[in-house]
């Protein structure tokens, strides 16, 4: 069964802190990993990456892929209020059968950037 | 990405009752899937909504509590029957083009069921 474990679960900093959350996987034939932030009710898409594609960057925010380690990091820096959500982490699995463009999600890391 | 629409955006149920959700997307897409996310927990996959077919359900759901239809490649309706407080939760819908792309997320529906 495919597993995707997040740490930490929740993290309180500063405006102007820099974070760092970690996403590790185990899944059957991987595909590739995705990163939300969800504030309400519907995650939006930050990045996606996949083997070739193992880093990414936008803004402030950046990501990368360790395939070797089964692992990736979204870091954030500078964080400001409006970076508060939870990050959600996702993992798709092989193609075929029941596993075709499904996702795996881990239990997120909800940030908290106090002013 | 696609546009996806999802309806209603919140509802409050009494127990025993139904509910249909409606998730159209803007562009014909491959896959359309639906999650739920119960209260304090992350996403978890209810069913691929596949055109034209069944449903293909996860482990722990089924079809007679999820019905889930799709008609065509940019509409699916996901209903939750015989509700209980248990089934309180964010249910969203989502769509991709395939494995290895990006998967986009409707709204979602805030379901309290009272």
């Known amino acids: 069964e495919d597993k995707v474990v997040q740490s930490p679960l929740s993290l309180v900093v500063h405006e102007g802190d820099t974070v760092t959350l970690n996403c590790s996987y185990e899944?059957?034939?991987?595909?590739?990993l995705l990163w939300y932030k969800q504030e309400k009710k519907a995650p939006t898409f930050l990045f996606m990456l996949?083997?070739?594609?193992i880093e990414k960057k936008s803004g402030r925010l950046s990501s990368i892929l360790d395939k070797k380690e089964l692992s990736s990091i979204l870091n954030i820096t500078a964080t400001q209020t409006g970076d508060s959500a939870i990050y959600l982490c996702?993992?798709?699995?092989?193609?075929?059968?029941?596993?075709?463009?499904?996702?795996?999600f881990g239990q997120g890391t909800i940030l908290t950037v106090h002013p | 990405s696609a546009v996806i629409s999802q309806k209603p955006s919140r509802d409050i149920c009494q127990r025993g009752t139904s509910l249909t959700i409606q998730c159209q997307v803007d562009s014909q897409v491959t896959m359309m899937f639906w999650y739920r996310q119960q209260p304090g927990q992350s996403l978890t996959l209810i069913a691929t909504?596949?055109?034209?077919?069944?449903?293909?359900?996860e482990s722990g759901f089924v079809i007679d509590k999820f019905p889930i239809s799709r008609p065509n490649l940019t509409f699916s309706t996901l209903t939750v029957s015989n509700m209980s407080p248990e089934d309180s939760s964010i249910y969203l819908c989502?769509?991709?083009?395939?494995?290895?792309?990006?998967?986009?997320f409707g709204q979602g529906t805030r379901l309290t069921v009272v």
């Open positions: 996702a993992v798709g699995g092989s193609a075929g059968g029941t596993s075709y463009g499904k996702l795996t």
């Open positions: 909504a596949n055109q034209g077919s069944e449903a293909t359900y």
């Open positions: 996949t083997s070739s594609g």
């Open positions: 899944v059957t034939n991987f595909r590739s």
């Open positions: 989502s769509e991709t083009s395939g494995v290895g792309t990006e998967a986009f």
